[in-house]
């Protein structure tokens, strides 16, 4: 697994995230997306056997063990500080579908052909049907009891900071208000042009659809491989999550960066690390408590 520099200096994070991107430039497309795939097959390797719950134990993880809900909510009722770092898991319980896993949308369609700038500029119709796709089927989707948790703990914490990498847009429909979407929103299409950004909720939207300003080709405002998130929201979560007595971690695999060394750098800052997901992942290890099971079953009796 990747490892990130545990530095707690931002500057210093990125500038080593921008050496490995160079490293992963060097390398093909194909061969960066081999290795993203080699990951995640790793990851969810991981799942009966790879990591067995007795070990975790031993590390005094609490797989679902009623203490390890007890103490988390005692730490979240205490907190002042609270970051929350959410993934396709909270809304699998939605019934919108994840990336990685037997049922994820990577089983079926090629990450490299569709969630990279090269493909949209090589075939940008066809990103855009399967956009489509996902975006008819989010559209009949609604948040879930996990996702209304995390609203009534951003009105309970005092500093709170809601950082997801879901492009549903199921936490601002909620009602979650300090949030940063790291990886966008399906519902917003940029200019490839001139870069505006816009809303667009037509289902299906018309293909090739083109900006009201100058007529460029729209994209969907979302982060693919290979592009840098925008820095705005990677300031404010990075400083959520350095600055946090406790982070709350649902439904991510902990693979994708830089999300994914999220974990360490509170861990490493002093905070209170806790996830949620249905499965054993990297940052099982690195968390204080590991809960297993459904976001839906597991944040609402957090509270
Ligand atoms: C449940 C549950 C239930 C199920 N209850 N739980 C080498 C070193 C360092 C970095 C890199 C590197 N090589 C490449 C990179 C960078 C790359 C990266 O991290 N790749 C890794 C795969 C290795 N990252 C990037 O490129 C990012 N940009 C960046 O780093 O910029 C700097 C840079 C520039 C150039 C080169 C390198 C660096 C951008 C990442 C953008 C990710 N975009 C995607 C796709 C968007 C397309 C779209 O949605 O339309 O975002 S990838 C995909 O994965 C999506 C997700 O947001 C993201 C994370 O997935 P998530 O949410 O974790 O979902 P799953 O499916 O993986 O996991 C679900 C989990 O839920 C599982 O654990 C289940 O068990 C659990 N679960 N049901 C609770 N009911
Ligand atoms: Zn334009």
Redesign the pocket.
Same mark, same amino acid.
């Given at each position: 697994m990747?490892a990130?520099g545990l530095t707690a200096d931002l500057t210093a994070l990125l500038k080593d @995230?921008?050496k490995?991107?160079?490293?992963?430039?060097a390398a093909c497309l194909s061969d960066?997306t081999n290795?993203? %795939?080699s990951?995640?097959d790793r990851?969810s390797d991981y799942g009966s056997e790879g990591w067995g719950f007795n070990s975790l134990r031993a590390r005094h993880h609490h797989m679902g063990h009623p203490v390890a809900v007890q103490e988390l909510k005692a730490r979240l009722a205490g907190a002042r500080a609270v970051a929350v770092l959410?993934?396709?898991?909270?809304s699998?319980?939605s019934g919108v579908p994840?990336?990685?896993?037997a049922d994820?949308?990577?089983q079926t369609h090629r990450?490299e052909d @569709?969630?990279t700038p090269e493909a949209f500029a090589r075939d940008p119709r066809l990103v855009w049907e399967?956009?489509n796709w %996902?975006r008819e089927l989010i559209a009949t989707k609604s948040p879930n009891a996990?996702h209304y948790a995390l609203v009534e703990l951003e009105r309970r914490v005092e500093r709170f900071w809601l950082i997801t990498?879901?492009?549903d847009g199921l936490h601002p429909v909620a009602g979650s208000q300090k949030l940063s979407e790291?990886?966008?929103n399906?519902w917003k299409v940029r200019c490839t042009q001139c870069g505006q950004v816009g809303t667009n909720r037509a289902v299906p939207i018309l293909i090739p659809p083109r900006c009201p300003t100058c007529n460029g080709l729209l994209r969907?405002h979302?982060?693919?491989?290979?592009?840098?998130?925008d820095p705005v929201d990677l300031e404010r979560s990075f400083s959520a999550v350095r600055s946090c007595e406790v982070l709350l971690i649902?439904?991510?695999?902990?693979?994708?960066?830089?999300?994914?060394s999220f974990a360490s750098l509170a861990k490493e800052a002093g905070a209170f690390v806790a996830e949620?997901?249905?499965?054993p992942?990297p940052n099982t290890q690195i968390v204080d408590v590991a809960i297993q099971?459904?976001?839906?079953?597991?944040v609402p009796v957090l509270l």
């Open positions: 990747l990130l @995230l921008y490995r991107a160079g490293l992963a430039h960066r290795r993203a %795939r990951s995640m990851a959410t993934g396709a898991g909270i699998a319980d994840t990336f990685r896993g994820g949308l990577w990450a @569709l969630a399967w956009y %996902r996990a990498q879901n492009v790291i990886h966008g399906i969907p979302i982060v693919w491989f290979g592009e840098s998130l649902v439904g991510t695999s902990g693979i994708v960066y830089p999300a994914a949620v997901n249905l499965d992942t099971g459904r976001a839906k079953d597991i």
